[in-house]
């Protein structure tokens, strides 16, 4: 394991939830559960440029779970496209920082994102272009596992089988819970293997919190060519946060301020552990 | 094709999309209806560069988005109820929020489609679109304004809606007909009124003029191609030397072409607006000229609303 990689990880869930709590509004539990993905894509896999952020032949990621960008800006921030304080703005009237992904405003961001199954439409979309173009880079998309329900999401999986997007990544951020509860109980999208295996995708599943085993799924989905590769990282809701883990009610809600504090402390703990 | 010569305006997209695939790298999609939208004109040419998605507008229209992301100029083509309405999120999200540069190629719509009903007889498209920021809406009336109004999205830094028919319409502009984006073609001046007209209504705009000067009344006509940005400027003018406005579209009086330019017109020059168009209601199947009868998308109807407009002045 890149103890570099952890510690980014860990950075960044503070810059989410300092942006969330300033803003006393945004989604920490999903934020949580996908910061590790984030920072090893950022950190080990992708070629991107902090300081050329359009870089025509760069790769390219899509946040289509969009409602999780303080997790991506906070990544963002350690990656060096803007400050970390700028991430503390966040959802703040007079700031860039917007709720969901916004490409036109926010450095580093590919797509602007926020209503649920189009980012990976528009991550297909990024993919066949590179293909036309002959390019040789790769695009990477997280969804949910509650956006699943979204019809387009599927009318995107067969078109990137189709079209043998094997540049192609996506991961499911397969945390079980949605905004109302557990993903079984409000809409079942189980088994999520086998619906991705029919529609002839390459199909990986891992711990989305094994920096080692994001890296290697990566590397897979690299290797594996006609079709597109999905890793369906298995995730702990609030990682990071103990009293946020596995809990459906920090979907979309703000901590106050000793869970704020509380929650610091905890990854403070994590990172100088990390550090030592 | 000469004056007069008639042609569907859906023909003259897939015809310019293969022409102007030579000299642009454009890409084009379609959502499994190429032979009815006629992008299979520019898919017979450049088959490595026309995608097919299938039967999912919602998706064509995001994957154009992420497409046009990487500095493609592409065109996404349906029908007009699906390019329009079933992905309207999409358009509005993925597209036009962040400005990217899709064309929107929307076919079939209108009253016209005729037989197929009103499930396929898109009257509130024009109206939908035009509350997006960022969308540019292009209506064009006959073969060379559609011919022209394709290569005005290519060059236009943006995403654009282009609105197309299924009817064959007679061709009214000849070869050295100069298109400007944004800008409305006054085709006759007037003194009493001005019939402000778009897509196919022009040609009957047209005739209207030609029954009213047996009447006595001098009635303008203009062609609007461009909904959105509208010509205010040309519009304000015309209310200030006319005194009266109808306008005529194949869409919902209620936010199509009627609603923009009362729009216009209420903060520029307020004076009587009749409009013609479908009045709030939904099509039926039916003959396209049959149809266009029943609901007054007729010269004589814009005639007739002439008559009132100018009845209401002061």
């Given at each position: 394991m890149n103890k570099e990689t952890a510690i980014?990880?860990?950075?960044?869930?503070?810059?989410?939830?300092?942006?969330?709590?300033?803003?006393?509004?945004?989604?920490?539990?999903g934020?949580?559960?996908?910061?590790?993905?984030?920072?090893?894509?950022?950190?080990?896999?992708?070629?991107?440029?902090?300081?050329?952020?359009?870089?025509?032949?760069?790769?390219?990621?899509?946040?289509?779970?969009?409602?999780?960008?303080?997790?991506?800006?906070g990544i963002l921030a350690e990656k060096g496209f803007f400050p970390a304080s700028d991430v503390a703005t966040l959802r703040q009237t007079d700031s860039y920082m917007q709720g969901h992904p916004d490409m036109k405003g926010i450095p580093g961001i590919d797509m602007s994102t926020g209503?649920?199954?189009?980012?990976?439409?528009?991550?297909?979309?990024?993919?066949?272009?590179?293909?036309?173009?002959?390019?040789?880079?790769?695009?990477?998309?997280?969804?949910?596992?509650?956006?699943?329900?979204?019809?387009?999401?599927?009318?995107?999986?067969?078109?990137?089988a189709h079209y043998k997007l094997d540049n192609l990544t996506a991961f499911i951020d397969n945390n079980g819970l949605q905004i109302d509860g557990n993903i079984a109980d409000v809409m079942n999208s189980n088994p999520i293997d086998k619906k991705f295996e029919a529609f002839n995708w390459n199909v990986i599943t891992i711990n989305a919190h094994d920096y080692d085993a994001i890296l290697d799924a990566v590397n897979q989905a690299k290797a594996t060519k006609g079709k597109p590769t999905v890793i369906i990282a298995k995730s702990v809701k609030g990682k990071g946060v103990s009293f946020m883990e596995g809990q459906a009610a920090w979907h979309g809600a703000a901590p106050k301020k000793e869970q704020y504090e509380q929650a610091i402390a905890e990854l403070d703990a994590k990172i100088a552990e990390l550090e030592a | 094709m000469a004056i007069g010569d008639k042609k569907a305006t859906r023909e003259s997209y897939g015809q310019a999309l293969a022409e102007l695939g030579e000299k642009y790298d454009i890409l084009?999609?379609?959502?499994?209806?190429?032979?009815?939208?006629?992008?299979?004109?520019?898919?017979?040419?450049?088959?490595?560069?026309?995608?097919?998605?299938?039967?999912a507008e919602g998706n064509m229209i995001s994957t154009a988005a992420g497409i046009a992301s990487t500095g493609r100029v592409v065109f996404a083509s349906s029908f007009a109820m699906f390019a329009a309405g079933r992905a309207f999120e999409q358009v509005r999200n993925s597209v036009a929020y962040p400005k990217l540069n899709v064309k929107i190629g929307a076919t079939h719509a209108g009253i016209s489609v005729g037989e197929d009903g009103a499930s396929h007889q898109c009257l509130e498209d024009i109206g939908i679109m035009r509350t997006i920021p960022n969308m540019v809406i292009i209506n064009p009336a006959d073969h060379v304004e559609a011919m022209a109004a394709v290569e005005a999205a290519i060059n236009y830094d943006g995403p654009v809606y282009l609105r197309f028919g299924r009817l064959a319409v007679p061709q009214i502009f000849d070869e050295?007909?100069?298109?400007?984006?944004?800008?409305?073609?006054?085709?006759?001046?007037?003194?009493?009124?001005?019939?402000?007209?778009?897509?196919?209504?022009?040609?009957?705009?047209?005739?209207?003029?030609?029954?009213?000067?047996?009447?006595?009344?001098?009635?303008?006509v203009i062609n609007i191609h461009t909904i959105k940005p509208i010509d205010a400027e040309l519009l304000t003018e015309a209310a200030k030397k006319t005194g009266a406005i109808v306008t005529a579209e194949e869409h919902n009086v209620i936010g199509g072409l009627g609603s923009a330019v009362a729009e216009v017109l209420s903060e520029t020059c307020p004076v009587p607006i009749k409009r013609v168009g479908t009045q709030d209601v939904f099509g039926r199947?039916?003959?396209p000229y049959e149809l266009m009868e029943l609901y007054g998308l007729t010269a004589e109807n814009i005639a007739k609303n002439v008559k009132e407009a100018i009845a209401l002045k002061k």
């Open positions: 980014h990880a860990y950075k960044a869930r503070k810059h989410a939830l300092t942006g969330i709590y300033n803003a006393q509004s945004g989604h920490p539990g934020s949580l559960s996908i910061a590790d993905i984030l920072s090893v894509l950022y950190f080990e896999v992708m070629n991107v440029d902090p300081k050329n952020p359009k870089m025509p032949d760069r790769d390219r990621f899509v946040l289509s779970k969009g409602h999780c960008a303080p997790a991506l800006y209503s649920l199954g189009q980012g990976i439409s528009a991550a297909n979309g990024m993919a066949l272009a590179g293909k036309l173009a002959n390019k040789d880079y790769r695009v990477y998309t997280i969804l949910g596992d509650g956006e699943l329900e979204e019809g387009q999401v599927w009318e995107a999986a067969m078109f990137a | 084009v999609m379609d959502a499994d209806l190429s032979k009815s939208t006629k992008t299979d004109t520019f898919k017979k040419k450049f088959p490595d560069r026309f995608i097919n998605t299938g039967i050295s007909y100069k298109f400007e984006l944004g800008k409305g073609v006054t085709i006759s001046e007037g003194k009493d009124a001005t019939i402000v007209a778009t897509g196919l209504m022009v040609p009957y705009a047209i005739e209207a003029r030609e029954l009213l000067a047996k009447e006595g009344i001098d009635a303008g199947s039916g003959k």
